[in-house]
């Protein structure tokens, strides 16, 4: 199971949650009196912070913890609700230098609920190795994931595969998909690259698809009656390059990561590569372009939930979750970005901006037909803001190509 898939999944778990929690609780103060006055009551928010001063609450030092609810619209998953928590262990809250030491440990529990989507649990746990303040020392982690779903959308294989709305309606698209893993990684920055982040990953995964309760799908066409279920070890190889200003709402710099993974037996393998480039052309968030070139290879044996995809909000706005599938597929996407609102609500920084997008890409069963394969294009636009601190942002996306539109609500930029 690449990791990308575990983000398609639920498109929820973002790591603007791990600065967001905190700053809330630093607001907390704030934000109490505020929904008192109101009859409310803070019942959502809670933080160890919480009784401190606001001052002493933002500080990044012990043990911190924070839980927020998680309430999300797709036109892919419906309406999706659940829980977020986190504990984070600062140590002494010395770090070597800004960013090399996030955190001494973080532990994280998410449970979601999707109306049209998958209905999901995770736990993961992350930490140094030692607790020195060696920038360059190793960092592990652990995750369970299990999920889900009796609306797997499935459309066929290919760059020729149709969608038809009244079909999509009857539930012809939808199969039942469920997963279970248990994966571990450990990862280090390696100087003699360049600074590039290596990391390496293993997973034991239990899969199990069937064709659901509809007459007729696409997928009962393609494999029939019988379920499918896999079990198998899946292992990885990624590196990451970091050169952004900006992890959370980059406007300036590069990133690059490729992932290399696969399963031994039966004998498959998968390769991911993202690239992105942020060019600012108006200071201080005043108007940016950003773009991602990314691209999956898969072999002819790879299972079909790790098909390389065009859809969704993580590969192709516009077009359904996992319009296309195929053995490979290619991608570019830009986004003129601008904040145009920045100000103060209650003494807290509040901040709204917006961005036009235009995205392009295609999928073909080889390498050598893909330049052969139709152009799919999708466009439209992004609402956005941040409120407590400039990490914490909200955002709405609207597509539009031509099978229609699609409508995202969610934590963080598309990339």
């Not at 198998?232 to 959370?248: A, D, P, V």
Request: glycine share 10%; charged share 20%.
């Amino acid at each position: 199971m690449a990791a990308t898939d575990l983000f398609i999944t639920t498109e929820l778990r973002s790591p603007i949650l791990r600065v967001a929690l905190l700053d809330m609780a630093a607001a907390a103060g704030i934000a109490t009196k505020l929904l008192k006055s109101l009859g409310i009551g803070l019942g959502l928010l809670t933080a160890s912070g919480l009784c401190l001063p606001e001052a002493q609450a933002r500080e990044r030092k012990g043990v911190h913890l924070g839980a927020i609810p998680i309430s999300s619209f797709s036109t892919d998953a419906g309406y999706t609700a659940g829980i977020l928590a986190q504990r984070f262990d600062y140590g002494s809250g010395i770090e070597p230098g800004p960013g090399l030491r996030p955190f001494q440990s973080l532990l994280t529990l998410q449970a979601t609920y999707s109306t049209r989507g998958p209905r999901d649990a995770w736990i993961s746990y992350e930490s140094f190795w030692d607790r020195t303040l060696d920038p360059l020392g190793w960092r592990w982690s652990l995750d369970a994931y299990g999920m889900e779903s009796t609306y797997q959308r499935y459309y066929g294989l290919g760059p020729d595969s149709s969608r038809l709305g009244v079909l999509e309606r009857e539930g012809f698209y939808f199969y039942d998909r469920s997963l279970f893993l248990l994966s571990g990684s450990l990862r280090k920055r390696m100087p003699e690259l360049g600074g590039v982040d290596l990391q390496f990953g293993a997973s034991q995964v239990a899969t199990r698809s069937e064709p659901g309760t509809q007459d007729d799908s696409q997928y009962r066409r393609d494999f029939g009656e019988a379920p499918l279920a896999q079990t198998y070890t899946q292992l990885s190889l990624r590196g990451i390059w970091e050169r952004r200003n900006s992890e959370f709402i980059p406007t300036q710099g590069s990133f690059a990561s490729f992932s290399l993974s696969g399963a031994p037996l039966p004998g498959w393998s998968r390769l991911d590569l993202d690239l992105r480039r942020y060019i600012e052309f108006l200071p201080d968030r005043g108007l940016w372009l950003a773009s991602q070139v990314r691209y999956t290879g898969v072999t002819q044996e790879t299972p079909l939930h790790e098909k390389a995809r065009l859809g969704s909000l993580g590969t192709f706005r516009g077009v359904a979750l996992n319009r296309y599938l195929s053995n490979h597929s290619a991608s570019l996407r830009n986004e003129l970005r601008s904040i145009w609102l920045k100000d103060t609500f209650f003494g807290l920084p509040l901040k709204l901006g917006s961005g036009l997008y235009l995205d392009a890409g295609k999928v073909s069963d080889t390498f050598e037909q893909i330049p052969q394969t139709p152009l799919r294009l999708s466009w439209g636009f992004a609402l956005f803001g941040s409120y407590f601190t400039d990490d914490f942002l909200g955002s709405a996306d609207f597509g539009f190509s031509p099978e229609g539109s699609s409508v995202y609500l969610r934590l963080g930029h598309a990339f």
